[in-house]
């Protein structure tokens, strides 16, 4: 495998109306992905950075608007492995999704460990 992807990965058989007539399958109504409890230690790095400095229990937000790779922390959470599955779903779907696309990536801390949750408009 390479270790560049993440091992998530979604066939088209993993998700309700995809399989033979994926095509015919309507995703608009999707509105979030949530990642719970991470563990990979590249996404955690990535957040790890992101909220230097912050109280870990606020929930901070990115989005695409903000090309600041130094504070927008969006493409790089998008790339991690813990992100590039949901990218995945939403570039091998367009129609699916209906003009739909990420818009914000949030992240908090529950319990000690990190979520962060994809936006779709």
Known sequence: MDTNQSALRWPPSALPGLGERAEEADFSGIRA?????????????????????????????????????DTNAFWALLGSPNGNGVQWLATENKVSLKGKGIVMIKATTINGMFTMWMLFE
């Open 33 to 69: 992905f949530f990642r719970r409890e991470i563990e990979n230690p590249e996404t955690m790095e990535i957040l790890n950075e992101a909220f230097k400095g912050r109280e870990i229990t606020e929930t901070l937000e990115w989005t695409p608007d903000d090309s600041s790779t």
